[in-house]
């Protein structure tokens, strides 16, 4: 099955500074590449995601990009601020309704005003 | 983006009995809804896949005898934990998504369960 590492763990920045996670898939037929962020008790909400088509998306100050030969795909989220920290979490899958997501185990991104 | 609805946002229960929980998708049909388990500080681990009409996948581990997945309708999913035990206390969080090629999940608030 899909196996998927992310790093770091944790990570602290100052506000206005940028932020880099990163993950790493197993499964070549993954193709589907969307990032969570987690308030604590909240549910994950969705704020990026990319298919294996293209290899990098952006939205404002976050960006996704995708290098399906290294299977790794990392967020950049620029000019963090305070209401950014959460926990964030990468997933992967073989795309279509039906495939399960596989979670990453996730960042805890503190950013400090 | 899509509703999905998840109740009761809590529960404490006693040892040993039953607690359902509802998966709802409030503006869309999702002939497939997901269930997850959370525990603190840790990853979402799937617990298994519930299809309309059908009986549920697991995955590896996850008990179905004791993790009770009932997939009625297109827009409504239940688990039901039986004989609940401390250990289960954990945050289950369902998620669904439009169906067809629209991978994009979206997950219900999810149930605090405490077992005492």
């Known amino acids: 099955g899909e196996n998927v590492e992310q790093h770091p763990s944790t990570l602290s920045v100052q506000e206005g500074d940028s932020a880099v996670i990163k993950c790493t898939y197993s499964d070549s037929a993954s193709n589907y590449f969307p990032w969570y962020k987690q308030e604590l008790g909240k549910r994950p909400q969705l704020i990026i995601d990319?298919?294996?088509?293209?290899g990098e998306k952006k939205d404002q100050r976050i960006a996704v990009t995708l290098n399906k030969t290294a299977k790794h795909f990392s967020l950049h989220i620029t000019e963090t601020q305070p209401e950014d920290s959460a926990v964030y979490f990468c997933a992967a899958s073989r795309g279509g309704s039906n495939y399960k997501l596989t979670f990453g185990k996730g960042t805890l991104l503190t950013v400090n005003p | 983006g899509a509703v999905v609805s998840q109740h009761p946002s809590r529960v404490i229960c006693k040892s040993g009995t039953s607690v359902k929980i509802e998966c709802r998708s409030l503006d869309f049909q999702a002939t497939t809804m997901f269930w997850y388990r959370q525990f603190p500080k840790q990853s979402l681990m799937l617990m298994a896949t519930?299809?309309?009409?059908?009986?549920?996948?697991?995955e590896q581990g996850v008990e179905k005898d004791k993790f009770l997945i009932n997939h009625a309708s297109l827009t409504l999913s239940t688990l039901t934990v039986t004989s609940a035990h401390p250990e289960d206390s954990s945050f289950y969080i369902c998620?669904?998504?439009?169906?067809?090629?629209?991978?994009?999940?979206?997950f219900g608030s999810g149930t605090q369960l405490s077992v005492l």
């Open positions: 990319i298919r294996s088509n293209v």
């Open positions: 519930s299809n309309e009409g059908s009986k549920a996948t697991y």
């Open positions: 998620s669904a998504s439009r169906g067809g090629q629209n991978e994009k999940l979206f």
